[in-house]
């Protein structure tokens, strides 16, 4: 991983942006659906620019650079078309200890802007770590077409609703079964409104739907492509995720069909001998538990297991 993935807070922080022209502008407007508090440092200024300004948006300091300038600032933007004064500006930042970007220089960059699709309150941020933004752009444009449009209603929903649930279910585990089953109900994914929201959420909240411990033999191989969406569907519902390996070590813990499940879902390794305990015991627990098995483990040794506990067999593309 070349870069740390975050997301950062500059609401009604100070972010100095060094440079007045084109690309000052696309940086300041970003900046600002942030709320960030911006100073931009120029002799000269966009017109786009001049125009914030003078509706009171953000500050600028009509005059050269210097590094005076940085005082205070939380992050800072060096985006003039003159090098050496962005590489100055990146080592007086660098030794006051403020991160910066200098715009198209990944060399001298603390951080990069990912591109973007803005659902807020849901964002979701795509990278190659400056490597090939055309093929980022691509990338963003088939997610867009994937989001449903009414996330920013389901998200604002959702959040209202966490002291409510609270009164019904008592666990985490509880209320993100509740969560998984309302999102996936086809009125919500068609919803336009809150109203249509609450009709679905009253239904499920009184049905009360009881927590149920599941088993899914997912079959994997050496292409993770090769992956139905209903096995990837399944691998982030898990809880649990049992992976080949030598019981008591983490060796395959980072293999990329254990990246592909659930992030925070609990992941240990299984022998054969070991693996039929171990279901059990999760089972008990009431966890849904994902087993990856290579193809020829998957269709021989381990189907007993899937008839020994009703479980789910996923075989692979």
């Not at 210097?66 to 962005?86: C, F, H, M, R, S």
Request: charged residues 25%; proline residues 5%; glycine residues 6%.
């Amino acid at each position: 991983m070349d870069y740390f993935p975050i997301f950062l807070s500059v609401n009604q922080r100070k972010v100095t942006v060094i440079g007045g022209g084109e690309v000052a502008c696309r940086k300041v407007d970003l900046l600002r659906k942030a709320d960030a508090s911006i100073t931009v440092v120029s002799p000269k200024l966009h017109n786009h620019l001049a125009a914030l300004v003078n509706n009171g948006h953000i500050d600028w300091k009509n005059k050269s650079y210097e590094k005076g300038d940085l005082e205070g600032a939380y992050q800072v933007w060096a985006t003039t078309d003159i090098p050496a004064l962005n590489h100055q500006v990146h080592k007086d930042a660098t030794d006051l200890g403020i991160w910066i970007n200098v715009v198209d220089d990944k060399e001298y960059c603390d951080f990069i802007t990912p591109s973007m699709i803005d659902r807020s309150p849901i964002q979701v941020a795509v990278s190659s770590g400056g490597a090939s933004p055309v093929l980022v752009r691509y990338l963003r444009e088939k997610l867009e077409t994937q989001l449903p449009h009414n996330l920013s209603l389901l998200a604002g929903y959702a959040g209202e609703q966490r002291e409510r649930i609270k009164e019904t279910y008592s666990t985490v585990d509880e209320r993100r079964k509740f969560w998984e089953l309302f999102f996936r109900h086809p009125a919500v994914e068609q919803a336009k409104t809150k109203e249509e929201l609450e009709c679905v959420f009253v239904e499920l909240l009184q049905s009360k739907h009881a927590p149920q411990a599941a088993l899914y033999l997912i079959e994997t191989g050496t292409d993770t492509e090769m992956l139905t969406l209903k096995a990837l569907r399944l691998m982030q519902q898990a809880e649990f995720v049992l992976y080949p390996g030598k019981v008591g070590s983490l060796e395959g813990a980072d293999d990329a069909f254990v990246d592909l499940c659930r992030r925070d879902a609990d992941r240990e390794p299984y022998s054969e001998e070991s693996l039929k305990t171990q279901v059990q015991q999760l089972l008990d627990e009431g966890l849904r538990v994902c087993v990856l098995a290579p193809k020829p483990e998957a269709a021989n040794s381990l189907q007993p297991l899937i008839k020994a506990f009703n479980g789910l067999y996923v075989p692979s593309l």
